[in-house]
């Protein structure tokens, strides 16, 4: 197969079979599922769903490729071009492998969503730092309950103190995501507006591969 370097970079969301959405996986995952037929496509168009097999989907494409070719990503064979899905649903098992979240600054920026958990306003990351809750001289340890984001005017002013110390509220109490928080990230993409409506229901259940 040849491909497009875009398309290739593209994630498909992933439904059990009960249409909740459990993961994102890349392209080349996506297909692997549907060719083994483990998985479905489940098309968004118009306001409506629907669902494709490998062999729907191969035909639908051709369709696509001649009247839209502009509304999809494509992967090019020598004889033909696939869409590439935005969403496919598992047939015969409900999920996939959980893994633990990993502790670190990414995850971290997307559990408080790039927000200072003090004054409540976005920034973009290199204008946020990480703040201990309870400061590392009074004993606070670096878990998941004790950092949170802080945008560089509101990590001075809390210092070395606590919150209640610096007369600061948290916004938010911080815990420990139970799935990875960073999905929200794809959602400013207009390639995967289809996946809002799984995702409104089950942010915290998705995982990323």
């Known amino acids: 197969m040849i491909a497009a370097q875009s ?7 992933v439904l059990n079979k009960h249409y909740m959405a459990i993961r994102v996986v890349n392209v080349k995952r996506a297909f692997s599922l549907l060719f083994r037929n483990l998985a479905e496509v489940v098309l968004y168009e118009q306001g409506k769903y629907s669902n494709h097999n490998i062999q729907s989907w191969l035909e639908l494409s051709q369709l696509k490729n001649q009247f839209e070719p502009d509304a999809h990503d494509w992967i ?4 033909i071009s696939i869409a590439v899905p935005r969403i ?22 997307g559990r408080d969503q790039n927000r200072c958990q003090y004054c409540g306003k976005r920034f973009p ?3 946020l730092s990480l703040d201990h809750v309870i400061p590392r001289s009074m004993g606070g340890q670096s878990t998941w309950e004790n950092i949170v984001c802080a945008c560089l005017k509101c990590n001075v002013k809390k210092g070395g103190r606590t919150p209640a110390q610096a007369h600061m509220t948290l916004i938010t109490k911080p815990l420990k995501p139970k799935h990875s928080p960073v999905l929200s990230v794809n959602l400013g993409d207009s390639r995967y507006h289809s996946w809002k409506q799984f995702l ?7 995982e990323l591969k």
């Open 76 to 79: 090019h064979t020598i004889q």
């Open 7 to 13: 398309a290739l970079d593209c994630q498909v969301l």
């Open 88 to 109: 496919v649903r598992l047939l015969f098992y409900d999920h996939l492998p959980r893994r633990d979240v990993t502790f670190n600054r990414r995850n971290l920026y």
């Open 125 to 127: 990351t290199n204008e």
């Open 200 to 206: 409104d229901h089950a942010y915290w259940s998705v």
